[in-house]
């Protein structure tokens, strides 16, 4: 098989419109599955592969322990990232500050059918630029460590940026700082729709003692950062998180066709609609 047949493998098997008859899996070469697993691999994929094809007898037993084996890793690391999660916006609270958490915080619990099919990286939080440097400085002061210099005055990163350099918790997750939604204008070679920061904050929902963007807001954002701020260099797990998150929540269509309109990521938000719907169905 050549690469482009194995990403669109890799892409069914990850979806859910159409099951993968074990016939059809049994004419991928070794060499090519190990292909596929590099590739799952570098996506965050294996964890939802596992869960999703742990019974699927024409998956390799070597890819299916290497899947088997990022789920286990993924579904420990999840409990790690959530007491750190928790305890960082508990912090943050106590000194006055509202973080909101973005994305994968949310999606992990409270949209797929378990946290460990859902990897996060890192924790993102929103603050507003007034007080995201002294939010910053307040983690440092409570034992949060810098991995490496910034590399200009914390006030740059408020004037140019979307975020401030990462912070390490004391368990070891990376927590990002956030002051905008995404990237100002101008600073990248393409449009970049302005974040409504302002709503998000006014429509945020409180699930478990902590703040998330309300559904709508969230999948918003998961567009918005995946086709204007990555140009889809972000990789095939949005179109699991839309899936999910859609799933989970009823989002009114006309009001978000009429928002996507007026805000300018209408063209984004039907491409990855059409993603979702070619492998995951309705």
Known sequence: ????????????????????ESASLSVVSDDDW?????????????????????AQPAVPPRVLESWHHEYRASALQSLVIRADLAECCRLLEQRGFAPIALKGAYLAWHAYPEAAQRPLRDIDLLLTADTVADAHAAL??????QPEPPEMAIADYVRMDKHLPPLIAPRGTAIEIHHRLSMPHGALDHFTPAG??????????????????????????????????????????????????VSAHAID????????????WLGGAQLLFRLVRQYHGA
Do not use: K
């Open 34 to 54: 190990t292909t596929l697993d590099d590739l799952a691999g570098q996506h965050r994929l294996c964890p939802l592969l596992y869960a999703i094809h742990r």
């Open 140 to 145: 440092l002061s409570e034992g949060y460590s």
């Open 196 to 245: 409504d920061e302002a709503g998000v904050r006014q429509r945020a929902i409180r699930v478990d003692g902590l703040s998330f963007p309300c559904p709508e807001d969230m999948l918003v954002h998961l567009i918005v950062h995946a086709v204007h701020g990555h140009r889809l260099d972000c990789g095939p797990l949005v179109l699991t998180d839309i899936r999910h998150l």
């Open 253 to 264: 269509g006309d009001r978000f066709s009429a928002r996507a309109r007026a805000e300018g």
């Open 1 to 20: 098989m050549n690469t482009r047949a194995i990403r669109r493998l890799l892409l069914d098997l990850a979806g859910t419109v159409r099951p993968i």
